[in-house]
């Protein structure tokens, strides 16, 4: 059976609410690496792509992302739905986005719990909601048809903030599980955007953790920030922190055996690096589930 | 209405103009990160070791660093051209003028080689346009349709015992761009830093022709000659018509001419397919 044909019977008989397979451990795609990855066949589980760089009518990059495909699974991970705007969906956003999807066949999409921008304007950057009841209807409206528009799983991931409101009435964590829990939505937990955001903001990353549905969080992304003394930067350009792995050892406690990336954005090393550091996660990784966990205590 | 009843009133009303919707916040937000306004800095409590400006400021800061990198990496020979002060301060001007319509940030800055035909630089650099305008080209061509590759057998074989009906369909990624400066000499010397010659302005116009092969872009000069003959081609104008325009330029050897020019269209791949011109 070739691959092409594997890949559309796993997918015919897939319920678009079904829990997404646990992919193991993945690195996120970067143009840099194709020729890495293509040459030498890595002993890597599958990769994240970002949705809009393959939004293109054609050329080298959808032609690499095919080559990938044949070979590893993928999921596709957008910066620009901006679920919680208050702005009509991007004309064409949705339908380009389920056309890629329906071309590559991702285990899921996801994408990020922010905004981008409203009236027409696009600030490229992953603004943070207000944690209110409106918010959250308003978001909970708006992944329903994300859903029904894409017919296949999405996925959303917090994101590190530097601010947030004062009229807030509900904290990040109960917001993502009171979207999850409404919508049937799955979460991408990323557990240095957990760390920043706890730093920035003054609360415990663990209560945090502790307050995601252990069922619904479906991927862990881990990276690296830059710290500015009063506050962290999410720049995403450096290997993960200490202090991250050990919330991240936290977070498989607490979540078990869940899909894990290194995302990289900036400074981008030579691949086997960041094998190297994906490698340092899935060992970290099986000596915690291997102990007695938390996480068993729970269930 | 009680006292009582009036006070509640009151407190749910001062409640409500402190809490405001969601499209009034991000309006708001919208607004303290475009233009500066602060208002929005008074909803933002501040951590335990800044406060809420600081804090704010990290979006500020982004937004722009990070749609003037993204430019840099659409622009590279542009931006190496401007050095980064110039680039960085026409950057920030143009989107300004036009902040990002797109979901994808590459294309935040598409209108760019527009921009700077118009701007103050244009106006004494007509270079400096060109530059942006052949580096967008080229971009284009990068994202380009995919299409199949007309080859030499595909070609003999539509074409038969007809070759003079015969009509062609361009790549996709195939196009012509007008330069009134030496742009091109320009972007060939920074590619291969070699020093850059003078800036001028052309007596006639130059005319490169901008294709993708090989998943990459490229970029050649088009004689005038060719160039005339590529745009008629590409209007679908028939193969012995195209003969007929090279004869007008010079009539000796204008048929091998012309067969010449569809041999390199050939073998670059510019061509997509050809068929017998069905029209009457």
Same mark, same amino acid.
């Given at each position: 059976?070739?691959?092409?044909?594997?890949?559309?019977?796993?997918?015919?008989?897939?319920?678009?609410?079904?829990?997404?397979?646990?992919?193991?451990?993945?690195?996120?795609?970067?143009?840099?690496?194709?020729?890495?990855?293509?040459?030498?066949?890595?002993?890597?589980?599958?990769?994240?792509?970002?949705?809009?760089?393959?939004?293109?009518?054609?050329?080298?990059?959808?032609?690499?992302?095919?080559?990938?495909?044949?070979?590893?699974?993928?999921?596709?991970?957008?910066?620009?739905?901006?679920?919680?705007?208050?702005?009509?969906?991007?004309?064409?956003?949705?339908?380009?986005?389920?056309?890629?999807?329906?071309?590559?066949?991702?285990?899921?999409?996801?994408?990020?719990?922010?905004?981008? /921008?409203?009236? /027409?304007?696009?600030?490229?950057?992953?603004?943070?909601?207000?944690?209110?009841?409106?918010?959250?209807?308003?978001?909970?409206?708006?992944?329903?048809?994300?859903?029904?528009?894409?017919?296949?799983?999405?996925?959303?991931?917090?994101?590190?903030?530097?601010?947030?409101?004062?009229?807030?009435?509900?904290?990040?964590?109960?917001?993502?599980?009171?979207?999850? *829990?409404?919508? /049937?939505?799955?979460?991408?937990?990323?557990?240095?955007?957990?760390?920043?955001?706890?730093?920035?903001?003054?609360?415990?990353?663990?209560?945090?953790?502790?307050?995601?549905?252990?069922?619904?969080?479906? *991927?862990?992304?881990?990276? /690296?920030?830059?710290?500015?003394?009063?506050?962290?930067?999410?720049?995403?350009?450096?290997?993960?922190?200490?202090?991250?792995? +050990?919330?991240?050892?936290?977070?498989?406690?607490?979540?078990?055996?869940?899909? +894990?990336?290194?995302?990289?954005?900036?400074?981008?090393?030579?691949?086997?690096?960041?094998?190297?550091?994906?490698?340092?996660?899935?060992?970290?990784?099986?000596?915690?589930?291997?102990?007695?966990?938390?996480?068993?205590?729970?269930? | 209405?009680?006292?009582?009843?009036?006070?509640?009133?009151?407190?749910?009303?001062?409640?409500?103009?402190?809490?405001?919707?969601?499209?009034?916040?991000?309006?708001? &937000?919208?607004?303290?990160?475009?233009?500066?306004?602060?208002?929005?800095?008074?909803?933002?409590?501040?951590?335990?070791?800044?406060?809420?400006?600081?804090?704010?400021?990290?979006?500020?800061?982004?937004?722009?660093?990070?749609?003037?990198?993204?430019?840099?990496?659409?622009?590279?020979?542009?931006?190496?051209?401007?050095?980064?002060?110039?680039? %960085?301060? =026409?950057?920030?001007?143009?989107?300004?003028?036009?902040?990002?319509?797109?979901?994808?940030?590459?294309?935040?800055?598409?209108?760019?080689?527009?921009?700077?035909?118009?701007?103050?630089?244009?106006?004494?650099?007509? $270079?400096?346009?060109?530059?942006?305008?052949?580096?967008?080209?080229?971009?284009?061509?990068?994202?380009?349709?995919?299409?199949?590759?007309?080859?030499?057998?595909?070609?003999?074989?539509?074409?038969?015992?007809?070759?003079?009906?015969?009509?062609?369909?361009? %790549?996709?990624?195939?196009?012509?761009? =007008?330069?009134?400066?030496?742009? &091109?000499?320009?972007?060939?010397?920074?590619?291969? $830093?070699?020093?850059?010659?003078?800036?001028?302005?052309?007596?006639?116009?130059?005319?490169? &022709?901008?294709?993708?092969?090989?998943?990459?872009?490229?970029?050649?000069?088009?004689?005038? $000659?060719?160039?005339?003959?590529?745009?008629?081609?590409?209007?679908?104008?028939?193969?012995?018509?195209?003969?007929?325009?090279?004869?007008?330029?010079?009539?000796?050897?204008?048929?091998?001419?012309?067969?010449?020019?569809?041999?390199?269209?050939?073998e670059t791949a510019a061509l997509a397919a050809a068929r017998q011109d069905?029209?009457?």
């Amino acid at each position: 059976m070739s691959v092409a044909v594997a890949k559309a019977k796993s997918n015919a008989a897939r319920d678009v609410r079904a829990r997404p397979h646990n992919l193991g451990f993945g690195l996120g795609l970067r143009p840099q690496h194709y020729r890495d990855i293509l040459d030498n066949d890595p002993k890597v589980d599958w990769f994240e792509a970002i949705s809009e760089n393959y939004m293109v009518p054609g050329g080298q990059p959808l032609r690499m992302l095919e080559q990938i495909r044949e070979r590893y699974p993928i999921v596709l991970h957008g910066v620009s739905m901006s679920i919680a705007s208050t702005a009509p969906f991007e004309a064409n956003y949705l339908k380009d986005l389920k056309s890629l999807a329906d071309r590559f066949e991702p285990e899921f999409v996801s994408d990020h719990l922010c905004w981008t /921008g409203v009236h /027409g304007i696009n600030l490229h950057d992953l603004l943070p909601v207000p944690y209110t009841r409106e918010a959250l209807d308003h978001v909970v409206a708006r992944v329903q048809h994300v859903q029904d528009a894409l017919q296949r799983p999405l996925a959303l991931e917090n994101v590190s903030s530097y601010v947030q409101y004062t009229h807030s009435e509900m904290s990040e964590w109960q917001f993502l599980s009171e979207m999850a *829990q409404r919508t /049937g939505c799955w979460l991408v937990l990323d557990v240095n955007n957990v760390f920043v955001s706890a730093f920035n903001h003054d609360f415990d990353a663990q209560e945090f953790l502790d307050g995601i549905p252990a069922d619904r969080v479906v *991927q862990f992304h881990l990276a /690296g920030h830059e710290h500015a003394t009063t506050h962290i930067i999410d720049t995403h350009d450096a290997m993960v922190c200490e202090e991250v792995w +050990t919330l991240y050892r936290a977070a498989v406690e607490r979540f078990g055996r869940v899909a +894990t990336i290194i995302e990289r954005d900036d400074d981008i090393p030579p691949y086997d690096d960041l094998v190297a550091e994906l490698s340092k996660a899935r060992s970290m990784a099986e000596q915690v589930l291997a102990a007695p966990r938390k996480q068993a205590a729970l269930s | 209405m009680t006292t009582k009843t009036a006070k509640r009133a009151d407190v749910r009303a001062a409640d409500a103009a402190s809490r405001p919707s969601l499209a009034d916040l991000q309006a708001e &937000f919208q607004r303290a990160v475009l233009d500066g306004d602060e208002q929005i800095l008074a909803r933002l409590p501040a951590n335990s070791r800044t406060t809420p400006d600081v804090l704010f400021g990290v979006y500020r800061n982004a937004y722009l660093g990070r749609l003037v990198e993204v430019a840099r990496h659409e622009y590279p020979v542009l931006a190496a051209y401007l050095g980064d002060e110039i680039f %960085n301060a =026409e950057l920030a001007a143009y989107y300004r003028a036009h902040p990002s319509r797109s979901p994808n940030a590459r294309w935040a800055a598409y209108g760019l080689p527009d921009y700077l035909a118009t701007a103050a630089i244009g106006a004494d650099h007509p $270079e400096v346009a060109d530059l942006a305008r052949l580096e967008r080209a080229l971009a284009d061509a990068f994202d380009a349709t995919d299409a199949p590759t007309l080859d030499l057998p595909a070609l003999v074989e539509i074409a038969g015992a007809s070759w003079d009906t015969l009509v062609f369909e361009p %790549n996709p990624s195939a196009q012509l761009l =007008e330069l009134s400066s030496n742009a &091109f000499a320009i972007w060939q010397a920074i590619k291969a $830093e070699t020093e850059s010659p003078a800036a001028a302005k052309l007596g006639e116009s130059q005319a490169l &022709f901008i294709w993708r092969q090989e998943n990459s872009s490229r970029v050649r000069v088009m004689g005038s $000659e060719e160039a005339m003959l590529w745009t008629e081609a590409v209007r679908g104008t028939t193969f012995g018509r195209l003969g007929e325009l090279a004869a007008t330029f010079d009539s000796l050897d204008a048929a091998l001419r012309v067969a010449g020019y569809l041999k390199g269209w050939i073998e670059t791949a510019a061509l997509a397919a050809a068929r017998q011109d069905a029209s009457p």
